[in-house]
């Protein structure tokens, strides 16, 4: 029993001493993502997804790119995108867009396994919608995308987090008040999705980083030749990132225990741009499009997936930028010491508390679905002499549903949205 006890505490101290690694550049970067979503209209984007080709496909991919980091948050944005016209093309590209190119994505992979992976994950996501842009029509017909959308349609909204529509200027909005409740509900509302991703992958990679050596030289192919140990690497690692249940942020730390366990480059990759494939996100897929779009529509990123990292593997092993040292138990899970990243953390945890704090001075909880809302902006509904706040028009329709049927509000959250 003592044994048992002890394995677990190591475990979550390896856990500990892990998001101590990155309090600060989750802080930044989730502060970074705020400010964009809250600053940054959509709207105007937003109208130009439709058709096809390389522009909607591009616009989407810079979209995603400025948009929360969340898979869950993008699969729902994605279908949102897609009622309202988008084509297929285009919501995949800014499902990839907004877990492969957003900031903080790429902050966190440079601190805990090196600037060439941060960089990969760049480049790695852009082939990705490339890749998936030309093999799209080998997939999914037109016949079953016009089916997709009429199911999508008839679905259920998930969350968005909504910018600023107000017309200020840059410098006015660092001096205004209400622009930074947008960027602080924000700020609060990626954390609300998020934390539980985040967490479930340190655990995870705390656990993962006692198991002995022997087990990644049995899971992982070490000593064959290079082709086939890559091959096997980057089938591998998306079947990890399936069956862990983790996506967004919370694979980063699993990816370096697995980089410390002996997987290739390209396995690495493989397995971070798998976070749109877990199994839940699947499931939500099947509900959102049916079952045969859902499907092809995973076959295909999975492919894109694949064949993007063995590309970003062969160029940057080409170009001599695949690293050639992997890092130690003790390197990935680091220690608490009076240094730069000491002070750092601090300030992280007072522009947490800062931000934090605002929503709470300016904001209500919606009873609905949980999250945040600025009472300025929110939408709202006048019962029994006091006001309730919504973030959305449908968590309204949700709540006047719930109580006009007899149920707790909470009831209509299973309805109300996906993160």
């Keep these: 029993m003592a044994d048992i006890l002890r394995t677990i505490a190591d475990g979550i101290a390896n856990a500990a001493l892990m998001a101590y690694e990155v309090w600060w550049a989750l802080v930044l970067g989730f502060l970074v993502s705020a400010v964009v979503q809250a600053w940054v209209p959509r709207s105007r984007i937003e109208a130009s997804l439709s058709g096809g080709g390389p522009k909607p496909v591009g616009l989407a991919t810079a979209l995603g790119a400025a948009s929360s980091s969340c898979s869950y948050a993008a699969v729902a944005i994605a279908k949102s995108l897609f009622q309202k016209g988008a084509s297929a093309a285009s919501a995949l590209a800014f499902q990839f867009a907004s877990t492969n190119l957003v900031w903080e994505l790429g902050l966190v992979l440079w601190i805990l396994i090196g600037w060439q992976f941060a960089l990969a994950e760049f480049v790695g996501g852009l082939i990705m919608i490339v890749l998936m842009a030309l093999a799209l029509r080998g997939f999914i017909s037109p016949?079953?995308?016009?089916?997709?959308?009429?199911?999508?349609?008839?679905?259920?909204t998930g969350h968005e987090h909504h910018s600023a529509e107000s017309g200020l200027s840059w410098s006015r909005r660092v001096r205004s008040a209400e622009a930074w409740s947008d960027v602080a509900h924000n700020f609060r509302g990626d954390w609300q999705m998020l934390w539980k991703e985040i967490g479930i992958g340190f655990l995870l990679a705390g656990f993962v980083g006692l198991l002995p050596m022997d087990v990644?030289?049995?899971?992982?192919?070490?000593?064959?030749?290079?082709?086939?140990?890559?091959?096997?690497?980057?089938?591998?690692g998306p079947l990890i990132a399936i069956l862990s249940f983790v996506c967004s942020v919370g694979n980063v730390p699993l990816a370096a225990v697995l980089w410390a366990g002996g997987i290739s480059f390209p396995g690495v990759m493989a397995f971070i741009f798998a976070d749109l494939v877990v199994l839940p996100i699947i499931a939500i897929y099947v509900k959102y499009y049916g079952r045969a779009f859902a499907l092809r529509m995973t076959a295909l990123m999975l492919v894109a997936m694949v064949v993007a990292a063995l590309l970003v593997g062969g160029l940057f092993d080409l170009l001599g930028l695949v690293p050639t040292t992997r890092p130690s138990a003790d390197d990935v899970f680091g220690s608490v010491e009076l240094n730069y990243k000491l002070v750092l953390n601090v300030l992280g945890l007072a522009v947490f508390a800062a931000l934090i704090a605002m929503t709470m001075r300016r904001g209500a909880s919606d009873p609905v679905c949980g999250m945040a809302v600025d009472r300025a902006k929110a939408v709202t509904l006048e019962e029994d002499g006091h006001t309730v706040y919504f973030c959305s028009e449908h968590c309204r329709h949700a709540y006047a549903a719930a109580n006009k049927d007899g149920q707790e509000p909470a009831a209509a959250h299973a309805h109300a949205h996906h993160h």
């Excluded at 016949?143 to 259920?156: F, G, I, P, V």
């Design 216 to 236: 990644f030289n049995t899971l992982f192919v070490t000593d064959a030749p290079g082709p086939l140990r890559t091959i096997e690497n980057v089938l591998v």
């Design 143 to 156: 016949r079953l995308e016009a089916r997709a959308r009429e199911h999508a349609q008839a679905a259920a």
